[in-house]
Protein backbone atom coordinates (compact mmCIF):
# COMPACT_ATOMS: atom_id res chain seq x y z
CA UNK A 1 0.00 0.00 0.00
CA UNK A 2 3.07 2.41 0.89
CA UNK A 3 3.88 1.91 -2.93
CA UNK A 4 0.58 2.98 -4.36
CA UNK A 5 0.31 5.91 -1.90
CA UNK A 6 3.27 7.42 -3.27
CA UNK A 7 2.50 6.22 -6.79
CA UNK A 8 -0.90 8.80 -6.07
CA UNK A 9 1.04 11.30 -4.89
CA UNK A 10 3.05 11.39 -7.44
CA UNK A 11 0.86 11.36 -9.89
CA UNK A 12 -0.99 14.42 -8.78
CA UNK A 13 1.94 16.15 -8.22
CA UNK A 14 3.29 15.53 -12.04
CA UNK A 15 -0.36 16.34 -13.28
CA UNK A 16 -0.63 19.88 -10.99
CA UNK A 17 2.67 20.75 -12.68
CA UNK A 18 1.33 19.52 -16.35
CA UNK A 19 -1.51 22.18 -15.42
CA UNK A 20 0.33 24.87 -13.73
CA UNK A 21 1.91 25.48 -17.03
CA UNK A 22 -1.32 24.90 -19.01
CA UNK A 23 -1.95 28.81 -20.68
CA UNK A 24 -5.58 29.95 -19.30
CA UNK A 25 -7.29 29.65 -22.28
CA UNK A 26 -7.15 25.95 -22.25
CA UNK A 27 -8.60 25.24 -19.10
CA UNK A 28 -11.98 25.60 -21.46
CA UNK A 29 -10.87 22.80 -24.38
CA UNK A 30 -12.75 19.80 -23.98
CA UNK A 31 -11.61 16.84 -22.80
CA UNK A 32 -12.59 12.78 -23.35
CA UNK A 33 -14.97 12.71 -20.71
CA UNK A 34 -17.68 14.06 -22.41
CA UNK A 35 -19.45 17.36 -21.77
CA UNK A 36 -16.21 18.65 -19.04
CA UNK A 37 -13.84 21.04 -20.30
CA UNK A 38 -10.42 20.61 -17.84
CA UNK A 39 -11.53 23.25 -15.73
CA UNK A 40 -14.66 20.57 -14.75
CA UNK A 41 -12.43 17.49 -14.65
CA UNK A 42 -9.86 19.06 -12.44
CA UNK A 43 -12.76 20.30 -9.80
CA UNK A 44 -14.28 16.71 -10.33
CA UNK A 45 -10.64 15.16 -9.31
CA UNK A 46 -10.24 17.66 -6.15
CA UNK A 47 -13.94 17.62 -4.91
CA UNK A 48 -13.17 14.35 -2.58
CA UNK A 49 -10.32 17.08 -0.66
CA UNK A 50 -12.70 20.22 -1.04
CA UNK A 51 -15.51 18.57 0.35
CA UNK A 52 -16.04 17.12 4.15
CA UNK A 53 -17.84 13.89 4.72
CA UNK A 54 -21.28 16.26 5.88
CA UNK A 55 -21.56 18.44 2.97
CA UNK A 56 -20.66 15.19 0.26
CA UNK A 57 -23.50 13.32 2.19
CA UNK A 58 -25.56 16.69 1.25
CA UNK A 59 -24.59 17.56 -2.16
CA UNK A 60 -25.66 13.58 -2.50
CA UNK A 61 -29.16 14.49 -1.01
CA UNK A 62 -29.41 17.02 -3.39
CA UNK A 63 -28.88 14.79 -6.16
CA UNK A 64 -31.39 12.69 -4.69
CA UNK A 65 -28.77 9.93 -4.64
CA UNK A 66 -27.23 9.89 -7.79
CA UNK A 67 -23.85 10.14 -7.56
CA UNK A 68 -23.30 10.84 -11.38
CA UNK A 69 -25.61 13.69 -11.17
CA UNK A 70 -24.01 15.15 -7.82
CA UNK A 71 -20.71 14.85 -9.81
CA UNK A 72 -21.92 16.61 -12.55
CA UNK A 73 -23.80 19.26 -11.15
CA UNK A 74 -20.65 19.86 -8.33
CA UNK A 75 -18.05 19.90 -10.88
CA UNK A 76 -19.52 22.50 -13.22
CA UNK A 77 -20.39 24.61 -10.13
CA UNK A 78 -17.23 24.46 -8.54
CA UNK A 79 -15.28 24.96 -11.87
CA UNK A 80 -17.53 28.24 -12.47
CA UNK A 81 -16.15 29.62 -9.48
CA UNK A 82 -12.68 28.44 -9.05
CA UNK A 83 -9.50 29.90 -11.11
CA UNK A 84 -7.14 27.72 -13.02
CA UNK A 85 -4.73 28.44 -10.34
CA UNK A 86 -7.15 27.17 -7.52
CA UNK A 87 -7.57 24.05 -9.09
CA UNK A 88 -4.20 23.46 -9.59
CA UNK A 89 -3.36 24.43 -5.90
CA UNK A 90 -6.07 22.21 -4.59
CA UNK A 91 -4.38 19.17 -6.56
CA UNK A 92 -0.82 19.99 -5.86
CA UNK A 93 -1.67 20.93 -2.18
CA UNK A 94 -3.34 17.39 -1.97
CA UNK A 95 -0.97 15.14 -3.39
CA UNK A 96 -0.66 13.17 -0.29
CA UNK A 97 -4.40 13.20 0.63
CA UNK A 98 -5.82 9.75 1.97
CA UNK A 99 -9.36 9.89 -0.23
CA UNK A 100 -9.98 6.22 -1.24
CA UNK A 101 -13.48 5.78 -3.57
CA UNK A 102 -16.41 3.91 -1.81
CA UNK A 103 -14.87 0.23 -2.18
CA UNK A 104 -12.14 1.06 -3.98
CA UNK A 105 -9.18 1.18 -1.67
CA UNK A 106 -5.95 3.07 -2.81
CA UNK A 107 -5.69 1.35 -6.56
CA UNK A 108 -9.45 3.24 -6.71
CA UNK A 109 -7.70 6.52 -6.01
CA UNK A 110 -4.57 5.86 -8.37
CA UNK A 111 -7.43 4.83 -11.26
CA UNK A 112 -8.77 7.77 -10.97
CA UNK A 113 -6.42 10.08 -10.45
CA UNK A 114 -4.61 8.57 -13.63
CA UNK A 115 -7.73 7.73 -15.62
CA UNK A 116 -8.64 11.63 -15.47
CA UNK A 117 -5.39 13.05 -16.42
CA UNK A 118 -5.41 10.99 -18.91
CA UNK A 119 -8.87 12.79 -19.87
CA UNK A 120 -6.82 16.44 -20.36
CA UNK A 121 -3.71 15.54 -21.50
CA UNK A 122 -4.45 12.99 -24.02
CA UNK A 123 -7.53 15.06 -25.39
CA UNK A 124 -5.14 18.51 -25.58
CA UNK A 125 -2.38 16.17 -26.76
CA UNK A 126 0.14 16.94 -24.45
CA UNK A 127 2.02 13.86 -25.20
CA UNK A 128 2.08 12.74 -21.17
CA UNK A 129 3.05 9.29 -20.53
CA UNK A 130 2.05 7.60 -17.23
CA UNK A 131 5.03 5.55 -15.75
CA UNK A 132 4.64 1.79 -16.57
CA UNK A 133 4.47 0.78 -12.79
CA UNK A 134 1.26 2.82 -12.16
CA UNK A 135 -0.57 0.99 -15.08
CA UNK A 136 0.21 -1.96 -13.88
CA UNK A 137 -2.06 -1.21 -10.44
CA UNK A 138 -4.52 0.51 -12.67
CA UNK A 139 -5.36 -1.95 -15.41
CA UNK A 140 -6.27 -5.11 -13.39
CA UNK A 141 -8.41 -2.86 -11.63
CA UNK A 142 -9.87 -1.30 -14.37
CA UNK A 143 -10.37 -5.10 -15.67
CA UNK A 144 -12.08 -6.12 -12.85
CA UNK A 145 -15.90 -7.19 -13.26
CA UNK A 146 -16.77 -4.28 -10.71
CA UNK A 147 -15.14 -1.68 -12.84
CA UNK A 148 -16.11 -3.50 -16.40
CA UNK A 149 -19.72 -3.13 -15.00
CA UNK A 150 -19.27 0.82 -13.79
CA UNK A 151 -18.27 1.69 -17.33
CA UNK A 152 -20.55 -0.86 -19.13
CA UNK A 153 -17.70 -2.46 -21.34
CA UNK A 154 -17.95 -5.72 -22.67
CA UNK A 155 -15.37 -7.80 -23.28
CA UNK A 156 -16.57 -10.95 -24.52
CA UNK A 157 -14.71 -12.58 -26.79
CA UNK A 158 -12.37 -9.92 -26.77
CA UNK A 159 -8.14 -9.77 -25.68
CA UNK A 160 -6.88 -7.24 -24.58
CA UNK A 161 -2.76 -6.61 -24.87
CA UNK A 162 -0.92 -3.77 -24.31
CA UNK A 163 1.72 -3.04 -27.09
CA UNK A 164 4.26 -1.51 -24.83
CA UNK A 165 4.38 -3.17 -21.69
CA UNK A 166 2.89 -6.63 -22.25
CA UNK A 167 -0.27 -6.90 -20.20
CA UNK A 168 -2.85 -8.92 -21.47
CA UNK A 169 -6.36 -9.85 -20.22
CA UNK A 170 -9.22 -12.01 -22.01
CA UNK A 171 -9.22 -14.09 -24.94
CA UNK A 172 -11.10 -13.97 -28.25
CA UNK A 173 -10.58 -11.61 -30.77
CA UNK A 174 -7.07 -9.53 -30.14
CA UNK A 175 -7.39 -5.90 -29.40
CA UNK A 176 -3.93 -4.04 -28.94
CA UNK A 177 -2.53 -0.82 -27.49
CA UNK A 178 -0.52 1.12 -25.41
CA UNK A 179 -1.17 0.47 -21.64
CA UNK A 180 -2.38 3.45 -21.14
CA UNK A 181 -4.40 3.50 -24.37
CA UNK A 182 -6.10 0.13 -23.37
CA UNK A 183 -6.89 2.18 -19.49
CA UNK A 184 -8.93 4.44 -21.52
CA UNK A 185 -10.78 2.26 -23.64
CA UNK A 186 -11.38 -0.12 -20.69
CA UNK A 187 -13.41 3.32 -19.25
CA UNK A 188 -15.18 3.71 -22.45
CA UNK A 189 -13.40 6.67 -23.76
CA UNK A 190 -13.27 7.22 -27.26
CA UNK A 191 -9.80 7.69 -28.91
CA UNK A 192 -9.33 8.81 -32.21
CA UNK A 193 -9.32 5.78 -34.88
CA UNK A 194 -6.34 4.00 -35.52
CA UNK A 195 -4.83 4.42 -31.80
CA UNK A 196 -5.95 0.67 -31.43
CA UNK A 197 -5.86 -2.36 -33.31
CA UNK A 198 -8.84 -4.75 -33.53
CA UNK A 199 -11.31 -2.18 -32.49
CA UNK A 200 -13.87 -1.59 -35.21
CA UNK A 201 -14.38 1.92 -36.51
CA UNK A 202 -17.66 3.41 -36.35
Not at 15 to 36: I, M, S
Amino acid sequence: MEDIKGMIAAERTELAEVLGKLPAERWDDPTLCAGWRVREVVAHITMPFRYSGRRFAFELARSRGKFNAMADRCARRDAAVMTPDELAMALRSNASHPWQPPGGGYQGALTHDVIHGLDITEALGLGRLVPDDRLRVVLPNLAAPRSRGFFGVDLSGTELRASDTGWTFGSGTLVTGTAQELALFLCGRKLPPGRLAGVPVS
